[in-house]
């Protein structure tokens, strides 16, 4: 096990009726509040008159900007600098998913730096203050609420990269399993992907005594496929919406990684496609993790036979333990394809005619390796993505 320090300061405040501490959170921060959502569910459903009421009770000032895109745009981070510099707001409340909360942070790390915050994602700066950021969650999928990162879309080439650093952990998320029973089943899977995937990603670490941390993602994992067809079935059944909403906070607040190399190397595949074809992440994952699986589990089988018999109760065949790994794949997929997402390119109706750009993209014309379990090139980003044709 690797030496680590674990902080997470995020202040979750979980069950029916969460929303209604936004006011008060939100005031322990400042006067001025940005509340930055969507496409417009939260108007739809009424949530964002309840958070506004909550705000106002509490004195709060409120300035609004909407419009966050799945997969956010640059654009509109650097929109939002522009307004909470001009409005001089003291923190972001988020109020939506992943792309919301990650727009909020981006804004956040923006407005206190002299330059153009895509350094950020460019490499060519470190975030060293940020505005407080809040969060009302309503899809469990991303792990946003919790983590210490975003990821944001470049129009300019259409680049989706990500950036992380500690100061951008939510001060506080609130998370009402209530407000997700307005989601559609395929935003529901998709979201159960990607927080599946983000304890794939630790999961298949080459470090040894790591036991804890192994046991403790293959429960996780395993509550999620046990949930989560529940969560699709009965859309309003409050213990599954409940599972998967914190299931989805666990994946990703860093707990699961601790002491552990983690891989990430399937995200970053993955972000080529969804930057490129507007794909749901959480579609992309299922495609391009089961390839991944496929292409590299010959770099550590008995992990790979673990998961298999751990996870998905797969039977162990001693003498061809290849068999077993690839039963355990097998089930996973069959597990993405039961919820009604895609596993291969052609199930999401995209073409073959660009794996070698995403692969040059994704590994800066072969200067960067991918991954820690096995680091790949440009050549291995290929033979990947030519798996996820199926
Ligand atoms: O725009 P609105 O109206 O809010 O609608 C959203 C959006 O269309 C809708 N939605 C959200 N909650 C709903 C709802 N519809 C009905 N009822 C509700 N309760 O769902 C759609 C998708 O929302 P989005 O925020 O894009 O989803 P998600 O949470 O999956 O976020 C995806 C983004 O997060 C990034 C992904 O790359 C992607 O850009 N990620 C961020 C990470 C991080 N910051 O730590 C890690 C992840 O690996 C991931 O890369
Ligand atoms: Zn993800």
Known sequence: MLDFTYSNITKIVFGRGAEEHAGKEAAAWGKKVLLHYGGGHIVRTGLKDRVTASLQEAGLEIVELGGVQPNPRLSLVRQGIALAREERVDLILAVGGGSVIDSAKSIAIGVPYEGDVWDFYAGKAKARETLPVGVVLTIPAAGSESSTSAVVTNEDGWRKVGYGSVLMRPKFALMNPELTYTLPAYQTACGVADMFAHILERYFTREDHVGLGDHLCEGAMRSIIQEAPQAIAEPENYGARANI????????????????????????????????????????LAIVFPAWMKYVYRQDPERFVQFAVRVFGVEQNFHHPEQTILEGIRRLEDFFRRIGLPTTLSDANIPADRLEDMAEMATAGDTKRLGSFLPLGQSDVLGIYRLCQG
């Open 245 to 284: 909403m914190w299931a989805g906070t666990v994946a990703h607040n860093g707990l699961l990684g601790v002491g552990r190399s983690e891989d990430w190397a399937s995200h970053a595949i993955e972000h080529e496609l969804s930057a490129m074809y507007d794909l749901a992440h959480g579609a992309g």
